[in-house]
């Protein structure tokens, strides 16, 4: 993330790092798997936690990885879940996605899982990563789009919950729906549009286990998490009502025959 003047929607609670390690190459990256190449050196932009940061480390080995995250408090999380995977070529540093503290040309790969949507000018952090990406290297990135977000059996409590959760990052001046504009953000970025390979990726939570896991960990993000506090704060709904979203997340997490689905866009681009 970036340490400008952007808001991270989600913030680092404890239900939003619940989500952050629950994320793999396999699950959260495939699209991006078969550029990867053992020992390229990889920037993950806004690693959170690590996990998928150490992921991804594992398939470029013995190639050098460095994560970056503006939240220093996520950075020793990230660090101490490097130090017990061992003897990987990871390092994670508190740094501004729109100042990469990095010499041009420094990586074959620089990636950003959900990270764009995020940020107030998603343009110009491509802009920076495709600086610190060598020429011919791979920039990556996914993020997902909330209007593409679709579940069963129809809930008007969640209907609500998307419509605030677009509300607030409007008030933030951020792009809930990031995933459906990486291709117009890649090439407004400066990059050939004969190097850029859009894609779709989708996560999908049906199973018993799965809805009882998304359902709770959104139920309390919004109670507990940044988003709460952030709808609060412009005005956009108060602890009542953020309550009875929670207590509609719960209820869809109960169905049967629940079912939900959140669109990604994807890009990888030639720097």
């Not at 970056?68 to 994670?92: H, Q, W, Y």
């Not at 996605?97 to 899982?113: E, G, K």
Request: hydrophobic content about 45%.
């Amino acid at each position: 993330m970036s340490t400008s003047n952007d808001v991270y929607v989600h913030g680092h609670h404890e239900s939003v790092l619940r989500s952050h390690r629950w994320r793999t190459a396999e699950n959260s990256a495939a699209y991006l798997l078969p550029a990867l190449e053992p020992g390229a050196r990889l920037l993950d932009v806004g690693c959170g936690p690590g996990n998928l940061t150490i992921d991804l480390a594992q398939r470029v080995a013995p190639g050098a990885v460095v994560g970056i995250d503006a939240s220093s408090a996520v950075v020793e999380i990230a660090r101490k879940a490097a130090a017990e995977a061992g003897s990987l070529d990871v390092t994670f540093e508190v740094a501004d996605a729109y100042h990469l503290p990095f010499d041009d040309d420094s990586f074959d790969v620089v990636h950003a899982h959900q990270v764009l949507q995020h940020l107030t000018d998603p343009v110009a952090a491509l802009r920076e990563m495709r600086r610190v990406a060598r020429p011919g290297g791979i920039v990556a990135v996914r993020d997902s789009d909330y209007s593409g977000m679709t579940w069963y059996p129809a809930s008007a409590g969640l209907e609500e919950w998307s419509a605030l959760y677009h509300e607030v990052t409007q008030a933030n001046g951020s792009e809930a729906d990031a995933g459906r504009r990486l291709v117009s953000w890649v090439r407004a970025a400066g990059f050939d549009p004969e190097g850029i390979a859009p894609s779709a990726g989708v996560w999908c939570y049906a199973t018993p286990e799965d809805r009882t896991w998304w359902s709770g960990l959104w139920a309390d993000r919004c109670v507990a998490s940044n988003f709460a506090k952030q709808a609060i704060d412009h005005g956009l709904a108060d602890e009542v009502g953020l309550e009875q979203l929670a207590d509609a997340w719960h209820e869809w997490g109960r169905q049967p025959d629940g079912w939900f689905a959140v669109l990604h866009g994807e890009v990888v681009a030639r720097a």
